[in-house]
């Protein structure tokens, strides 16, 4: 059976607070139902678990007394649940041919509890004159809602529809599609472990959320995160800074891939992701500064704002979405050169390795350590990484990073 159009939500009260993305996770947990007329929806005393959503026709609800009101489709009646109360006080019968919405009772408990406990960011001891809490508390008001700002190129919006479009495209194209930009994937993980999906562990890659989630919503879900909404304009300040961070992203991206084949214990598809979405601070911090003019218009100053909230605002998203500790990291500490661990490596590690690389032959080459003196590089490389082999990785790197198409490496879905 087809899943609901998320559209339909649009004509209760208690959906029209939840965003596109929690309407497509919706369509997951519910299901329509016609019912002839005279029939029997529900009866005094049941404590069924599902709430009733009149779509059309109308309902008769019949008191223990005897006392009956009509319920029509497209009046205030409607606007809400049928009979809430359990056990149920009225019978539900079908007037007409009707259909009706049924939502499960956990489903709205979530959606009361969400109500009830709203976050406020006037809580926190913000500075609103402040750049970096001015950037921050933005993205904390869209946080709880799965509103966060995470913008996509043209290109690699244009890209990942193509791919939707295609019929025959099953979950693995999908959850590589997603891999093209950084904003897509992140969100795409954040959506299966939005507590509308089923329950069950976290999911940490693209792979395990589009089969978690199925076809029919990955493809809904890439649609929406793909929108005309989150691509910037052409002209806007954020622009130009915007496509280099996510070039830059996919470069890291690949990098940490192929650094993690020297390492013989890190999964090269974990690794990918880890250095796809080690900056997706920065891409959320350049969105929410795209209105401040001034701000964007100070390189220096821009700058030296998205190198504070890099870490914090990644790891933020991050953690909200579900990712476990290893992305966690890599997002917060990808600049911590001289980073020690106790024993082993882990993705941090890689991301921190692949930024060196991919300073090489640009203008931040005067801004970082010698790469063979941080303590990441031994922990990587154990003495098997020569300067003609990391030229070769980073002239891979750059090549496959300048195309907007699902990644160019053989993964091994982990």
Known sequence: MPLPEPEVF???LPFRRLSPVEHCLLS???RIEQYR??????AI??????????????LTLVAQDGGRRRVDTGTASALGAISQLRPRQFRVVADSLVEVLLVPLDVMHWLNQQATNQFSVAELELDENDDDDRLFAAMLTDLPQFRV??????????????????????????AQAAMIEPSVAVRLIGAANHPLSAPGRNKQSCFEAAAHLGVETTRRLLTVFTSSEFVPDRYSTIHARFAEA??????????????????????????YLA??????????????AEPWHELCLDKQRLEACLNRLRPTMGATILREYGFNSDAVLAASSATDWAREIEDGLDYADLVILSLLHSAIGTEHARKVPPMHTIP????????????????????????????ARPPDWQFSVA
């Open 37 to 42: 007329r005279g029939a029997e929806l529900a």
């Open 45 to 58: 005393g049941d404590t069924d678990g599902d709430e009733i959503f009149l779509l059309s026709g109308a």
């Open 275 to 288: 250095g796809l979405l080690h900056a997706v601070g920065e891409i959320a911090a350049l969105a929410y």
């Open 28 to 30: 997951r947990r519910v």
């Open 149 to 174: 700002n995470l913008p996509v190129t043209r290109a690699g919006a244009a890209a990942i529809r193509g791919i939707v479009n295609q019929t025959n495209q099953g979950l693995a194209q999908l």
């Open 246 to 271: 996510v070039r830059r992203s996919r470069e890291c991206a690949y990098l940490c891939a192929q650094l993690a084949e020297l390492t013989g214990t890190l999964v090269a598809a974990n690794a």
């Open 376 to 403: 990441a590089f031994a922990r990587v490389t154990h003495g098997e990484l020569s300067p003609s082999k990391s030229l070769a990785m980073i002239r891979t790197a750059r090549a496959l990073a300048d195309k």
């Open 10 to 12: 649009s004509h209760f």
